[in-house]
């Protein structure tokens, strides 16, 4: 589905993942200082939007995610992860209940494998998992001075900013009420440039197939420790208590003389031999160049890489140490200035 937005003048869409909505309105580092010093709008509409209707709904969703949704109050917002038997992640949700549907939203292209999951879980429960992509989209208001209070659909307060579920009629008419009271209207390589300098990970983008919690920082947002079983909750009591990733996220800050971005997936290189890849890259508005990487946790953190022929200096974002009851360190919280805190 392609956004309206896109008729709006300077608008350019963006390719890959994330066809179908706006890449940017003519001034890429304007939207991410709007996005960064005040606040702003960007549509994410081409997000899969799905909506689980029936009493046994949370509980039902308990028993499938890493996440303690049982009694997840009304307009709380959560992350949560589906994992393979063996505890891969399969699908990264951010979900909310209304006190009579919980509502999921997704990455792009990702909503129908999640129904079919979710389907193929429900049993005899009194559960109705729909995808109603076609008929919902996904707004996201970035900023330290975006708004409180009622913004327009359903406000989730999870992940980076806060998320609006609208209808798709409405959609047009809440992005212009947000531009009347002082947002900007920003595209989304603004957002991913923030995003990649908070540290955090986008599904299909910054992991691969056997990508696990501990690896990209999502034991923390996403994983409930103490709750009771789900699918591949075996893998991560184990690291948890035992042992550590094989792999960690770090920032990689490139060469910024080089005039150019790593393409997806390409080799993050060390000593002439590959230590991890590459993932999403942005260029920022004030840290330059930058790009996320999963390398190998044994690979020491004063390291520098090459990656496409450019120098990369990591940071580090999860800490060699994660597992074994260590706690991460996530450059999300100490980078909250760069991407405006929540309110």
């Given at each position: 589905m392609t956004s309206p937005l896109l008729a709006t003048p300077g608008a350019v869409q963006a390719?890959?993942?994330?066809?179908?909505?706006?890449?940017?309105?003519?001034?890429?580092?304007?939207e991410q200082r709007?996005?960064?010093?005040?606040?702003?709008?960007?549509?994410?509409?081409?997000?899969?939007?799905?909506?689980?209707?029936?009493?046994?709904?949370?509980?039902?969703l308990h028993s499938l995610t890493t996440q303690d949704l049982e009694r997840l109050a009304p307009g709380l917002a959560m992350e949560a992860l589906v994992l393979s038997p063996v505890g891969h992640v399969e699908h990264h949700l951010t979900l909310t209940d209304d006190g009579s549907a919980t509502w999921i939203h997704v990455e792009p292209g990702?909503?129908?494998?999640?129904?079919?999951?979710?389907?193929?879980?429900?049993?005899?429960?009194r559960v109705d998992p729909q995808d109603v992509s076609a008929d919902y989209a996904v707004l996201t208001v970035l900023g330290p001075e975006r708004p409180a209070g009622d913004l327009g659909g359903l406000r989730l307060e999870a992940g980076l900013g806060t998320d609006l579920i609208v209808t798709r009629p409405e959609l047009p008419g809440v992005v212009e009420g947000l531009r009347s009271a002082g947002g900007a209207l920003a595209g989304m390589w603004a957002y991913e440039a923030l995003r990649i300098a908070a540290g955090r990970?986008?599904?299909g983008l910054d992991t691969d197939h056997r990508t696990i919690?501990?690896?990209?920082?999502?034991?923390?947002?996403?994983?409930?420790?103490?709750?009771?079983?789900?699918?591949?909750?075996?893998?991560?009591?184990?690291v948890?208590?035992?042992?550590?990733?094989?792999?960690?996220?770090?920032?990689?800050?490139?060469?910024?003389?080089?005039?150019?971005?790593?393409?997806?997936?390409?080799?993050?290189?060390?000593?002439?031999?590959?230590?991890?890849?590459?993932?999403?890259?942005?260029?920022?508005?004030?840290?330059?160049?930058?790009?996320?990487?999963?390398?190998?946790?044994?690979?020491?953190?004063?390291?520098?890489?090459?990656?496409?022929?450019v120098a990369a200096a990591q940071e580090v974002l999860v800490s060699p140490e994660a597992g074994a009851n260590v706690q991460i360190e996530a450059g999300l919280r100490r980078r909250g200035n760069l991407m405006g805190r929540a309110r």
């Open positions: 390719d890959g993942i994330d066809a179908g909505v706006a890449a940017h309105y003519g001034d890429p580092y304007a709007a996005l960064a010093g005040r606040f702003g709008v960007v549509d994410r509409s081409h997000r899969g939007v799905l909506r689980i209707t029936g009493p046994d709904r949370l509980s039902w990702e909503a129908e494998s999640l129904l079919e999951f979710l389907t193929s879980m429900r049993f005899m429960l990970p986008r599904l919690p501990h690896e990209v920082g999502w034991i923390e947002t996403a994983v409930h420790l103490t709750k009771g079983c789900y699918r591949g909750q075996e893998t991560v009591a184990r948890h208590n035992l042992g550590h990733p094989p792999r960690r996220l770090v920032l990689l800050h490139l060469d910024g003389s080089e005039d150019k971005l790593p393409s997806h997936g390409a080799d993050v290189m060390l000593d002439g031999r590959s230590a991890g890849f590459a993932g999403s890259a942005a260029r920022h508005y004030e840290l330059g160049p930058i790009a996320l990487g999963l390398v190998r946790r044994t690979v020491p953190v004063d390291a520098t890489f090459t990656v496409d022929g």
